[in-house]
C-alpha cells in the first residue's frame, strides 16, 4: 500500500530505494562502514565517508590549481565573478592527476559499485575555491538517467570547511519529496507559453521544477548543514534537494570537488534530455570513455573550463 501523495516504486528504481532495501542492506557481504553509507543513502539521502581521502593528496589538488592559475592567467581573470573570485572549474581532473586520485579513490569507487550494483566510473568533475551559495536543488536535471537515479554526487572536501565558508546544506530525506513530474512541467509550459522558442521553454521549464525544489521541498524534511573536514567524502542521492548554505565571509575559500559518477554502462543525460525524453528506453549514446584511471573508466566529457 503507498499513502497519498507517495511515489509508488518504480521497478527500475535504484535498489535503495525499493522498499526491501534496509533489509537487503543487512543482508549484504559488505563492511560495516559500507552498510552505514547505504543505510544513511536510503533513509536521509545523504552520507560522509571520514577522512578517506589522504590530506597530502589534498593539498596537492590545491597546488596544482594554482599552477594552472599561473599557467592561465589570462583565462583566469576573464572568468572572475563581481567579488574577484574564480568561477567553478569543470573538469581538472583531466588536468590534474592528484584530482582524478582524488575521484577515483579506490574505497569511494567500491562503495559506488555497490550501491549501483554495477561497476562505476566518473563522468564530469567541478572544483569550487569558494562555498557555491547555489539554492536547494536537485541534480536530477542535469545528470538525467534511464533507468532513473544511477547517479551519485561525490563532494570531497579539500580542507576543513568553516561554518562562515558555506557549508553544504540538504533536505534530510528529501528525495523522497514527490513533486510534480519534469514531463508535465514542460507539458504545461509548451501549452502555456507557444510564444517561446525551445531554448526559453527549456530554461523556463527548469526554473519552475527548481523554483518547487526551493518551495516545497523543504516541508519534506528538515534542512540540515554538513560538517566536512579534509578528506571527508560526501554522497548525495540524485534526488536530494542539497544547495551551499550562505557564507558569512565571502572571500573565506571552501576548497572543494565534486565528482558526477555514474555506472559505467549508464549514460548521463543533459536537461533538454530529461524535459522531452519519454518513455523507458534510454536516448542514443552522447559520449565515450577516454581512457582507465585507478582501474576506472574516465568519460570524455568536456574539456577543462570555468563555468
Ligand atoms: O558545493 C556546494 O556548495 C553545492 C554543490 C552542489 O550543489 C552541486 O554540485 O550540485
Redesign the pocket.
Known sequence: MFGFGEKRPSLKALWLDKPDALARIERSRVSDEFKTAARELSTDGFTILRGVVDGDLCAKVIDDYYRYARENADYVAQNLDEMGREKRLVNFHLWSEAELAVVANAKVMRLLDYLFDEKACVYTT?T?KY????PL?R?TP?FATWPESRFF?V?TALEDVSAEA????YVKGGQRFVMEHHRDIMRRVQRDRPDLGPQDQLTLALDLYNGQVIQDSPSAGEVVTAPIKRGDVAI?HPQLP????PAVDQMRS?W?V?A?CAPEAVQLYMMDTFFHHDGPEPPPRRYGFLRKAHGRRIADSGATAYM
Do not use: A, E, K, Y
Open positions: 567541478l569550487f562555498g557555491t551559495q547555489q536543488h541534480d542535469h554526487g563532494w558555506g557549508p553544504l546544506m548525495w542539497h544547495g551551499g548554505s571552501r572543494s565534486v558526477h
